[in-house]
């Protein structure tokens, strides 16, 4: 069996996050929306549909022998079996949403469910990651045994503290009380650290010393973070090493936060706000009082730099400077409050160059000419 992943009309929904790749490819939970697709239907091969301009690095697949999935609906155990059960010709909705079809639909087939976990807004991602954690942490763990946490760490409820090979955390207090808390192959929680649950440390990053995380927080691959964290989604590859507060926030790839950076995740006036739309271009209002930064790949801020209420920041953006920048940083920006110019493509590509190779990977042609797209629409 092969499996596609389909965007579901959420490309501008789900942006920025989705400037720079598909829908399923956002991490939610411990995996991303495709790896738990994946573990749970376990497909020979997977392919995308996606945007055109996206599909030089996320290739469909040939021929029409696959199942087609809605990229941002989170399966559970119960849900692949549905979706394994649909004959050829056959489509699933549940709860009225399209979820699966297998092949060219002519009957559908409905169902219900009360705990149906879905994105549609990019702030749905750190406002449902807890139950995300918890599905994830269950097919992760299952039937697994965990490394010792070890003398030196304080841990409450430790059944639900789950640690891979090769993890180091030494001198931490982890609480699982509240939600359970997964440490990644190699991954490591530096002394003097306290972690509440929901929070997933995902392989090879890291917690620096004496930082503060609350959850439901996940920080994904290849990642440093540190300071004071709440409720926030790192994707991969992204830095946040240093003091200053970040809450309610999602974070692209190969991000970094410079020293002291904070973000604002409630407004003084403690309403509702409104939030950057890819599709309409302008600040719509939502019903949600606490969100801090919403940032798209490859961006960056300064020392010292503050982030307003619900800022969304675009691709390849380099943030500094004294003040609040405005709460949209288009993608390519260079500067902050007082001034901001066009970032040159030839330099976004050396900047992203340079990081990547920090970690021995390559800016590949692909990732230039989804970037190069993106520039040409920031004019």
Known sequence: MNLLFHDNKLHLALAPLTLTRPVSEIRFGILTIGETWSKLLKPAQTG??????????????????????????????????????????????????WIASNGAAKKTIQKTKSDLLFIEHSWDIFQKNAAAIALDF?????????????????TVKSSRIFIEKGARVNFCILNASEGPIYIGKDAEIMEGSVIRGPFALCE???VKMAA???????????????GEIS??????????????????????????????????NLMNTYGKLKIYSYQTGKQEQTSITFCGVIMGDHSKTGINTMLNTATVVGVSANIFGAGFPAKHVPSFTWGGA??????KLDKAFEV?????????????????????HLHGLAQ
């Open 48 to 97: 995308f549909i996606t945007e055109k301009y996206l599909s030089v690095k996320f290739k469909s697949l040939p021929g029409k022998n696959a199942l087609t999935v809605a990229g941002n609906i989170k399966p559970d155990k119960e849900l692949a079996k549905w979706v394994l059960a649909l004959k050829p010709g056959e489509k699933l909705e549940v709860n009225n949403r």
């Open 138 to 154: 269950g097919l992760l763990t299952e039937k697994r045994k965990s490394q010792s946490a070890g003398k030196t760490n304080q």
């Open 352 to 372: 992203a160059t340079n990081m990547m190779q920090r970690r021995n990977l390559a800016l590949t042609a692909a990732d230039k000419k989804i970037l190069s």
């Open 231 to 264: 409720n926030s989604v790192f994707q991969a590859y992204s830095n946040k090493g240093h003091d200053g507060f970040l809450g309610n926030s999602v974070v692209g790839e190969w991000c970094n936060f410079g020293a002291d950076t904070n973000s604002s």
């Open 204 to 206: 090879h990053s890291t």
């Open 338 to 343: 007082e001034s901001s110019t066009r970032f």
């Open 212 to 226: 503060k995380i609350y959850g439901p927080t996940t920080v994904g691959p290849y990642c440093k973070v540190g």
